[in-house]
C-alpha cells in the first residue's frame, strides 16, 4: 500500500476521532463530572489536612489540579485505544481495515486520535483554574497543552499495545481495575512522592503517568510558588519529564504498531 | 472476475475452509449458501485480504490475494455481516470517511454518492444521524457506501440479516438494479433459502467444503422433480401401495405423520395416486394433499441429509465446545 493511501488513511482515522468528539457536546459537559467531585469535594476536603504542602505556601486543590489533568488524560487516552478492540469487532474499523491502507497508518492514525481527543479533554480541565486560585498565562497554557499531547500519546499508544491482539472487551474491566487506577494513584496525582517509601517510589518511576504529572505540575505553579516550595514537590526537571516521556512513547508505539500490522 | 483455487484456512485443530475452488464470472450474482459456521465468511475475508489463507491461491478481479493486497481492495466493496455504521455521524459523514480512505475526489464523490442515494432512495436522509435509521435504511447505506470508489466486484456477507421479508425484498431489488446498471459482479453469502434463488449460481457449503456448485434450476433438478406430501390414514399400509403398483419410494417424515413422494410431474401424479388409494382392498383416507416445487432447502438436505437449520445448531455446539477448550474458533463468523 502507498504511502499516499497510508497517510490519507491515517488522517481519515485521525479525523474521525476529533469529529466524534466535538459532535457529541452532552458527553464533553459529563466528563467534567468526576475532575469537579475530586477537585471540589475530595480537594475541599483533604485542604485543611495538607496544609504543611510546600512549607504551607500550595494549597492541597492547587497542588492537585494538574493530577486531575493528568487523570483525564489517562483514561480519555487508554479508554480511546481500547476501543479499538471494540471497533475493530463491531465498528467502524472493520471497514478501515478492509481499505487500501496499511495496518501500521490505521495504528498511527489512531493514537493521533485519541492524543488529540485526550488533550482536547485535558483542556477543558483547565477551564476550572480559576475557581480553584489558578491563574494561568497563555504560555502556560500552550506548554500545558504540549505536554498533555504528549501524556495522552504515550497513554494512547499504551492502550493501543494492550488493544491490538485482544479480541474480546472481556479483559477490558481487568485493565481498569488493575492498572489505571493503580497507575493514577502511583503517580503522585494526589500526594507527593517525595519522602515516599522506597518501593512506591520504584513503582512511580516506572509509571508513564509519574513523569506527566510532574511536568504538568511544575508548568501550573511555576508562576505562583517559591522555587524552592516547588523544587520540594517536584522529581525531576520539566526537560527531563518530557524526554522520558518521549522514550516511553517510542518504546509502547513500535511494538503496538507492530503486533496490531500482524495479518490473520 | 473470481478464481479461487484450493482455498484452505485453519483456526487451531479445526478446518474452516477445506479445499475450496470456483470461478465466478463479469457481471454474475454468485452466491455462497450454507449453514451459519460453514465456512462462507472465512471464504469472504481471505478474498477480501483480510485473513491469510493457509493454502491454496485466489485472483480477483486478476489481482493475487496473496501479493497484490492493495489493488484487490482498491477494486472491491465489502459490506459486513455486522454493520460497520458510525451511529454517532450522520449517512453523509459516514459516506465521506470512506470516500476519505479510498481517496476518490471530492467532485466525484458528491456525483456518485448523490447518484446512489438516489438510487436506493436514501436522498433525503443523508443528513440525519445513522442512529435514527431503521435497519434497511443501515443495509441501503451500506450498500452505497460499499459503491462510492467504483469497485467492480461487491462482497456482502449476508445482506439481508435480521431484516424482515419486505426491507429484504426491497434491499434484494436495488441490488439487481445496480448490477444491471454498473455491471457490477456480486459475490454474496446467506443462509436464507430464497435467497439463494436470485443468484445465477450458487455454491452449497458445508463443513467447510463445496457440495455443489451450479444454477439454482440445476440444483433444484438434482432433487428430482416435484414434492408431494400426503397425510393419510395409514401412512406406512399408503407407502407400500405407491410402491408395488407406482414404483416410486415413499419416505415417512415427520414422525410418521406425512408421506413424501418426489415425482418428476406433481401435477399429474395427485389424482392418480388419490385414486390408487381410494380403491385399496382396504380403502386409505387422504386427510391432506401438499405439492411443492423443489427449493433450494431441499437440495441441502438431499446432499447432506440434514435441513440448514439442525446443521446450524451443530455449529453453535461446536463453537461452545471450542471456547470451553480455550481455543479460538471460527464462532458465529465462520
Redesign the interface.
Known amino acids: 500500500m502507498d504511502l499516499r493511501s497510508d497517510v490519507r488513511g491515517a488522517y481519515t482515522v485521525w479525523y474521525r476521532d476529533v469529529l466524534r468528539f466535538f459532535s457529541d457536546r452532552t458527553r464533553i459537559v459529563a466528563s467534567l463530572g468526576q475532575p469537579l467531585l475530586f477537585l471540589f469535594i475530595f480537594g475541599g476536603g483533604m485542604a485543611g489536612a495538607m496544609a504543611s504542602l510546600g512549607g504551607g505556601e500550595v494549597d492541597y486543590r492547587r497542588f492537585m489540579f494538574p493530577g486531575i489533568i493528568g487523570m483525564s488524560v489517562l483514561f480519555t487516552a487508554v479508554f480511546s485505544a481500547v476501543s479499538v478492540v471494540w471497533d475493530r469487532e463491531f465498528g467502524f474499523l472493520r471497514e478501515v481495515l478492509v481499505a487500501p491502507v496499511s495496518r501500521a497508518a490505521v495504528a498511527i492514525g489512531k493514537v493521533a486520535g485519541g492524543s488529540t481527543v485526550a488533550m482536547f479533554q485535558g483542556g477543558i480541565i483547565l477551564l476550572l483554574a480559576p475557581f480553584i486560585g489558578v491563574d494561568l498565562t497563555v504560555g502556560q497554557v500552550l506548554s500545558l497543552l504540549g505536554l498533555m499531547l504528549l501524556l495522552a500519546a504515550v497513554m494512547t499508544a499504551f492502550g493501543l499495545l494492550l488493544a491490538a491482539r485482544q479480541r474480546t472487551m472481556e479483559g477490558f474491566q481487568m485493565v481498569m481495575q488493575f492498572l489505571l487506577m493503580p497507575m493514577l494513584f502511583v503517580s503522585g496525582a494526589f500526594f507527593p512522592l517525595n519522602g515516599v517509601p522506597v518501593w512506591l517510589r520504584w513503582l512511580a518511576d516506572v509509571n508513564p503517568v509519574t513523569y506527566g504529572v510532574d511536568a504538568l505540575r511544575q508548568t501550573v505553579l511555576s508562576a505562583t510558588v517559591s522555587e524552592s516550595a516547588l523544587a520540594a514537590l517536584s522529581l525531576r526537571t520539566v526537560g527531563a519529564n518530557v524526554a522520558c516521556l518521549a522514550a516511553f512513547f517510542l518504546a509502547f508505539l513500535v511494538p503496538a504498531i507492530a503486533l496490531f500490522s500482524r495479518q490473520d | 472476475m473470481i478464481h479461487a483455487e484450493g482455498l484452505v484456512r485453519r483456526f487451531g485443530a479445526s478446518t474452516a475452509v477445506d479445499e475450496v475452488s470456483f470461478e465466478v464470472g463479469e457481471g454474475e450474482v454468485f452466491g455462497f449458501l450454507g449453514p451459519n459456521g460453514a465456512g462462507k465468511t472465512t471464504t469472504i475475508n481471505m478474498l ?5 489463507p493457509d493454502g491454496g491461491s485466489a485472483k480477483v478481479n486478476g489481482f493475487d490475494i496473496r501479493r497484490e ?3 484487490v ?2 477494486s472491491i466493496g ?1 459490506i ?1 455481516q ?1 454493520q ?3 451511529e ?2 450522520t449517512g453523509m ?1 459516514n459516506l465521506r ?2 470516500a ?4 476518490v475526489p471530492r467532485d466525484t464523490f458528491r456525483e456518485r454518492a448523490g447518484e446512489l442515494l438516489s438510487m436506493v432512495g436514501l436522498e433525503s436522509k443523508a443528513g440525519e444521524n445513522v442512529r435514527q435509521y431503521s435497519g434497511g435504511m443501515r443495509r441501503r447505506l451500506e450498500i452505497v ?1 460499499g459503491l462510492l470508489h467504483h469497485p467492480r466486484v461487491l462482497f456482502l456477507d449476508e445482506p439481508t440479516i435480521g431484516l424482515d421479508p419486505q426491507t429484504r425484498r426491497r434491499i434484494w431489488e436495488h441490488l439487481l438494479e445496480l448490477r444491471s446498471a454498473k455491471g457490477l459482479t456480486l459475490f454474496m453469502t446467506t443462509h436464507y433459502m430464497d435467497e439463494a434463488e436470485h443468484c445465477d449460481r450458487i455454491a452449497v457449503i458445508d463443513n467447510g467444503r463445496i457440495i455443489a456448485l451450479d444454477t439454482p434450476d440445476k440444483l433444484k433438478a438434482m432433487v428430482g422433480g416435484d414434492i408431494v406430501t400426503l397425510e393419510t390414514s395409514d401412512n406406512e399400509a399408503a407407502a407400500g401401495r405407491i410402491r408395488s403398483l407406482h414404483g416410486m419410494e415413499a419416505r415417512l417424515t415427520d414422525g410418521g405423520r406425512k408421506l413424501v413422494v418426489e415425482v418428476e410431474d406433481g401435477g399429474r401424479f395427485v389424482p392418480v395416486v388419490l385414486e390408487t388409494l381410494r380403491s385399496a382392498a382396504v380403502p386409505l383416507d387422504v386427510t391432506d394433499v401438499a405439492l411443492s416445487r423443489p427449493t433450494v432447502e431441499d437440495v441441502f438436505i438431499k446432499l447432506t441429509g440434514r435441513t440448514i437449520r439442525e446443521s446450524e445448531a451443530d455449529a453453535v455446539e461446536r463453537a461452545r465446545m471450542h471456547r470451553r477448550a480455550g481455543r ?1 474458533g471460527p464462532g458465529a463468523h465462520g
Open positions: 477480501c485480504t483480510l485473513l491469510r493486497r492493495a489493488q481492495r482498491r465489502l459486513f455486522d460497520t455504521l458510525d454517532r455521524l459523514q470517511f470512506h476519505m480512505l479510498y481517496g457506501r479460538r
